[in-house]
Structures are given as structure tokens and as C-alpha cells.
């Protein structure tokens, strides 16, 4: 049995091994190939399976590199199925700065998953990026 936990981190892995199969192992089919839903920061929102690996498969082979690292992570089970919140905080590769990385902008992200024979596999992400982060003076 895969923990929540686990296939959370494992969705967050095979992006930064821009790994295809492995993002492909973690999104629910069968039944649910028609309600698989994501939204990627700034983008429109894609339904269906075969569309979201689709862009799944343009952002990594336009990604040469990309590490998360997640912070108020949050989980919920409800019978089977679940609900992951969380901040992203990404370092991309960037040629123009001048160590060759750069810390991408805040992303709050939920990742909702179904346990399949005792398999839990993600059938919605929505990042959605922080815009305008207010310092607390307290």
C-alpha cells in the first residue's frame, strides 16, 4: 500500500527527474481518465488524462532542470480519497543570472488523490501562484 505521503513526494520527484513514465504512474486512470484535472501556474485549466500528461511531457522537455522545495505540507483522508496542501518553492535553471539558477516566485498548490486497490493516485493539481506576499509586521 502506497502512503499519501509517498505518492505526494513521488509527484514532486518525477518533476524534478523529468521523468514521463513515473508522472505517468502517478495520475489516475481507468474510471477516472475523463476527471483527471490540472492546473498549472498561469495556465488554463486542462480535463482529461491523455491532455494533462500532454503537458506534462511540453514543460519537461522544456525544463532542463527544476528542484521543489515544500513547505506547509498538509494532508486530509477522507475514506479514499485525500487531499494535499502545500507550498512549492521551486529553483529552475536560468542562463542569464549568474549562477545559473534562479528561486522562482511562491506557488500554493493542492494535489487531490483516490487510493485505487490501495494505490493512491493524483487526480487533480492546482498551483496557483502567489502574487503579492504581505510582509506581517507583528
Not at 81 to 104: H, P, R, W
Amino acid at each position: 500500500m502506497t502512503t499519501l505521503e509517498g505518492a505526494n513526494a513521488e509527484f514532486y520527484a518525477a518533476f524534478e527527474d523529468l521523468d514521463l513514465d513515473r508522472m505517468n504512474e502517478i495520475w489516475a486512470d481507468g474510471p477516472y481518465e475523463e476527471t483527471v484535472t490540472c492546473v498549472h501556474p498561469g495556465w488554463p485549466m486542462l480535463r482529461g488524462r491523455s491532455e494533462v500528461l500532454r503537458s506534462w511531457a511540453l514543460i519537461m522537455a522544456n525544463t532542463p532542470y527544476i528542484q521543489f522545495v515544500l513547505t506547509d505540507v498538509h494532508c486530509a483522508v477522507q475514506g479514499d480519497q485525500a487531499v494535499v496542501t502545500c507550498g512549492e518553492n521551486m529553483i529552475t535553471a536560468d542562463e542569464e543570472s549568474e549562477l545559473g539558477f534562479l528561486a522562482a516566485g511562491p506557488v500554493v498548490a493542492t494535489n487531490i488523490f483516490v487510493r485505487v486497490e490501495g494505490k493512491w493516485r493524483l487526480l487533480l493539481h492546482h498551483g496557483s501562484p502567489v502574487l503579492n506576499q504581505v510582509e506581517d509586521d507583528e
